[in-house]
């Protein structure tokens, strides 16, 4: 059994295909952490449910490893749960009161719940085990049992004891717009680092998740701890190592500015934080959760399509006439889905007018939209759109006519970001108002793709018209309606998928894929930036719930040249795109560019639905590669990329992964076969030469 109980002990285990999780009820009542890692048998962790002391001063040495901390009495470290009861008191007494087990959708779930001695104060901690993937979901929820309010003043979801090691290593990503997802490693010192957002939505500047070693793991060996947070808004995981050694990391919604009122009879579910264990290093890390995300997180199973987005090509200058011009020349490259961008509503020439009002420009669309979407049919491609439903232009008929409509303060400016203001989406009203535009324009036109951003923080967190004493609730209740929208237009649309936005990356997250198929990982599509923004992504996310685009050389960004072959090549490792201007494409590219597309739709099995691989024998030699293969070991493709060439030397050899070591290989495009073993452990020459060059290769069993 995947979860398991034994009374004469008091130990629960969860037991997964390559990992075991085991806690206790001590003494006092509370849940004691006692071992997370390699599998054992409860009566192996059983003789470590005992309390812990070092002094007067720190009298309850084992409440460092509690798993779920509340605070109170002598308890100092990181709390996952701290309230104001109805009579003041801002103390927690909770001890264990039982636990049951689900079955829903093949999972086992252990629920154990815990109450407060004087208050009618009850916490459910809940643990998902997803076996396959090595990993659990954990979450809690928080119920008053009584009469009168009681605020929530922390709420975390989960806090994960990692075990004892020699040191303790951090992995995360940092970043900022247009660098997102850049990885990072520090080692702790006795104290807390705090990864978090205070921006309102997920944030480019750093990403809910984190991995812990002993600063030895490598990508394909070595044990690694890591968890990764399902929240889209204000968040914080804060991992703490005190001076006996304990490293606990803790996380869920941001207590910044933040505070829930907890009527009575009502409860609070906190978002769902996974953790697993990896014998195999980050790689194995990484696809643990890969597997996980695509059997029990994203909404649909669908092969992404190859599609076009037309921004680049005319930023705010739409008209029907230009974006038929350039559906014909996306049809030629094999484009299956074309997307128009911003600029086709009201009256949006430009950043800043007209967002807000999300009816067709006729002068634009003197036919509406159908004309065009006719012809993207007639084509042979699919029709998608782009939204930005929770911002508003001040100059808009809708700010116009409902200016306390936004977030803000009586008293205050109203900060305009990018010419804009954030609508307050947990207002009814604002609510109603958003479904119904995207209703209708879902029912009225046959789109099955909408590109949802968001390029606006949260400032002058004030919410009209709600009750003074939750106002601090905005963080929340923003990324709740948020949900409730999109699972609303999911509903009502199985057919259309969602591409979540945010300025680029700020709004990636297990919580967005619950409803979103797939992401824009950030603005910068310059090819080579982007082996660093998508390995970063990698660490955490799928591929294919990555939009790489191939845009011009050079990009506005940096001014770097780069060849055709290497846009496609670094484009093609995730989920394809093309945002280039094509009405300035000769014949000659278009026909080189199609032969890519035709190449990416034969591979991208492998890179939507495989298992990825970041080989990094020869990182130092400048090479960045990039494997992605089927289950069984008999068919991948291979990416590689060289940075620059220096003085004239040959690249040595690179060593493959993952293969049936006693088979033979086939290398298309190159003679000759090669068994598994020496793929794996000889390695395969690479042809690369000078500044940015790039191969794919494909690799079948023969």
């Known amino acids: 059994m995947t979860i398991q109980y034994q009374e004469q002990f008091r130990v629960f285990a969860i037991q997964t295909d390559n990992s075991s999780y085991l806690f206790g009820i001590n003494d006092s009542g509370n849940l004691q952490h006692l071992y997370w890692g390699e599998s054992i048998a409860i009566e192996d962790a059983a003789p470590l449910l005992r309390p812990r002391s070092h002094s007067s001063f720190d009298a309850e040495v084992h409440s460092e490893v509690e798993e779920y901390s509340f605070w109170g009495g002598v308890k100092y470290s990181e709390p996952s749960l701290k309230v104001r009861m109805p009579d003041g008191v801002r103390d927690l007494a909770v001890r264990y009161a039982g636990h049951r087990t689900l079955q829903t959708e093949g999972r086992e779930t252990l629920i154990i719940v815990m109450t407060d001695e004087a208050y009618p104060l009850e916490v459910e901690l809940s643990y998902r085990a997803v076996p396959e993937c090595d990993l659990i979901e954990r979450s809690a929820r928080i119920v008053n049992r009584g009469e ?89 995981i804060t991992a703490e190592r005190t001076v006996f050694d304990h490293v606990r990391v803790t996380g869920g919604i941001n207590d910044f500015d933040s505070e829930w009122v907890l009527g009575a009879g009502e409860a609070f579910d906190t978002p769902g934080f996974v953790g697993g264990y990896s014998s195999g290093g980050f790689g194995g890390m990484s696809r643990r959760l890969h597997r996980y995300q695509y059997s029990d997180v994203l909404p649909g199973s669908q092969t992404r399509p190859v599609l076009y987005n037309s921004w680049e090509a005319t930023y705010f200058d739409v008209n029907a006439k230009d974006q038929m011009a350039l559906a014909e020349r996306a049809a030629r490259l094999g484009v299956e889905l074309f997307v128009v961008d911003d600029g086709w509503f009201g009256g949006r020439n430009h950043d800043r007018a007209g967002l807000g009002d999300w009816f067709v420009n006729r002068e634009k669309f003197p036919n509406g939209l ?86 606006r923080t949260v400032t002058e967190p004030g919410m009209k018209d709600h009750p003074l004493h939750r106002q601090k609730e905005i963080w929340i209740r923003h990324v709740q309606s948020l949900y409730e929208i999109w699972a609303e237009l999911r509903r009502k649309f199985p057919h259309v998928a969602f591409e979540t936005c945010a300025g680029g990356g700020a709004r990636i997250d297990l919580g967005i894929f619950r409803y979103a198929d797939q992401s824009w990982p950030s603005d910068n599509t310059d090819a080579f930036d982007r082996l660093s923004i998508q390995e970063g992504f990698s660490y955490t996310y799928a591929p294919r719930m990555m939009t790489c685009w191939v845009t011009e050389s050079p990009t506005g960004m940096n001014r770097r040249q780069v060849s055709l072959k290497y846009r496609f090549h670094s484009a093609m490792m995730g989920t394809l795109g093309i945002g280039s201007n094509l009405n300035e494409w000769s014949d000659e590219r278009i026909a080189e560019s199609a032969e890519y597309v035709a190449q990416y739709k034969s591979i991208r099995h492998l890179v939507q639905f495989g298992s990825q691989y970041r080989l990094d024998s020869l990182r130092h030699k400048g090479v960045t590669a990039m494997q992605y293969g089927s289950e069984d070991g008999s068919d991948y493709v291979l990416f590689a990329f060289l940075h620059s060439q220096k003085l004239g030397e040959p690249l040595p050899r690179l060593r493959l992964t993952g293969l049936q070591a ?41």
Do not use: C
């Open 148 to 236: 009168a309010d009681i605020v929530l003043e922390n709420a975390q979801s989960a806090a994960w004891v990692i075990p004892y090691l020699a040191d303790y290593r951090l992995t995360h990503v940092t970043g900022k717009w247009s660098g997102e997802f850049q990885l990072r490693s520090t080692f702790l010192t006795e104290g807390k680092k705090v990864l978090e957002s205070r921006r309102g939505f997920t944030d480019s500047h750093a990403n809910p998740w984190f991995a812990m070693d002993d600063g030895h793991a490598t990508e394909s060996a070595g044990q690694v701890w890591f968890g990764a947070l399902a929240w889209s808004g204000n968040w914080k």
């Open 370 to 455: 159908g004309e065009l979407i006719d012809k993207v049919h007639e084509l042979g491609m699919d029709f998608g759109i782009w939204v930005e439903p929770e911002a508003v232009n001040p100059d808009s008929d809708l700010y116009r006519e409902h200016p306390d409509w936004v977030y803000h303060f009586e008293t205050r400016e109203r900060s305009e970001l990018r010419n804009q203001l954030l609508l307050n989406i947990s207002k009814p009203e604002v609510k109603a108002y958003i479904l119904q535009f995207m209703t209708d324009l879902l029912q009225k036109h046959d789109i099955k793709f909408i590109k949802w951003d968001m390029n």
């Open 662 to 702: 006693d088979r033979s290989y086939a290398i298309e495009g190159v003679a000759g076969t090669w068994s598994g073993r020496a793929l794996m452990n000889i390695g395969i020459e690479l042809p690369l030469r000078g500044d940015f060059d790039s191969l794919v290769y494909r690799i079948q069993i023969q």
